[in-house]
């Protein structure tokens, strides 16, 4: 029973490039995220959106940006694609802070910028 | 924001129990206690949450210290699936975004 799906799991793009990450839930959930995952780094989060249409920046926007036109989906853009920003990608969602339950992550999409 | 300590790394031998410990002596009385856990390749898996008393879920225990300051994740009888990188995290009553450190890698000995 998949809950949040990341549109690719593996994906090879060249420096420049506008990528485009997709992630689509089917649980309703209110919060969408995206994280980036890179060794000695862990997790950190890029962006978030608490809805449709509203974004919050996370803690390392830079050189993406989000776009959330329906509730289920939530997508990432890397505008001119970078070497360093090769990594593993993780998208995930969850209900409103004021409902304690755990965050849903995706599988992750790892990202290779050549 | 309150931050959580975890050891780098633990072991432990298949079919016993393990305790992964966290502290997080900055805890706010609203803030909920989580843990998660990360399969090689994957994303993080949520395992169980808690605020004040010991939960308990299919997946694991958590026992949670009288005065909060601590947490123990419990996994009562590990199997070489177990073998994870497993995050304490601590949810900020209020605040959507969730802040991970670098968890504790368990090993299973077969």
């Known amino acids: 029973d998949v809950k949040v799906t990341q549109s690719s799991r593996y994906l090879v793009k060249r420096t420049g490039e506008k990528v485009f990450l997709e992630c689509v839930q089917d649980?309703?959930?209110?919060?969408m995220f995206w994280y980036r995952q890179d060794p000695g780094l862990g997790l950190r989060l890029i962006y978030f959106?608490?809805?449709?249409?509203?974004?919050e920046k996370g803690d390392i926007p830079e050189g993406y940006s989000v776009s959330r036109e329906k509730k289920e989906r939530f997508s990432l853009i890397l505008e001119s694609a970078s070497t360093n920003q090769t990594s593993m990608y993780l998208c995930?969602?969850?209900?409103?802070?004021?409902?304690?339950?755990?965050?849903?992550f995706g599988s992750g999409t790892r990202l290779t910028v050549v | 924001d309150a931050k959580t300590t975890q050891p780098n790394s633990m072991e432990s031998n298949e079919e016993e129990p393990v305790h992964l410990p966290c502290n997080h002596s900055?805890?706010?009385?609203?803030?909920?206690i989580h843990w998660y856990r990360q399969l090689p390749s994957q994303g993080p898996e949520y395992v169980i949450h808690?605020?004040?008393s010991n939960v308990n879920n299919r997946m694991a225990s958590l026992a949670i210290a009288e005065d909060r300051k601590s947490s123990t994740l419990i996994l009562h009888r590990a199997t070489l699936r177990d073998a994870a990188v497993y995050y304490c995290?601590?949810?900020?009553?209020?605040?959507?975004?969730?802040?991970f450190g670098t968890g504790t890698r368990l090993t299973i000995i077969p």
């Open positions: 995290i601590l949810r900020i009553f209020g605040n959507e975004k969730l802040t």
């Open positions: 808690g605020l004040t």
């Open positions: 995930a969602s969850s209900l409103p802070p004021h409902l304690p339950e755990g965050y849903t």
């Open positions: 959106s608490y809805d449709v249409k509203m974004k």
């Open positions: 649980m309703d959930h209110e919060n």
């Open positions: 900055t805890i706010s009385g609203t803030d909920y």
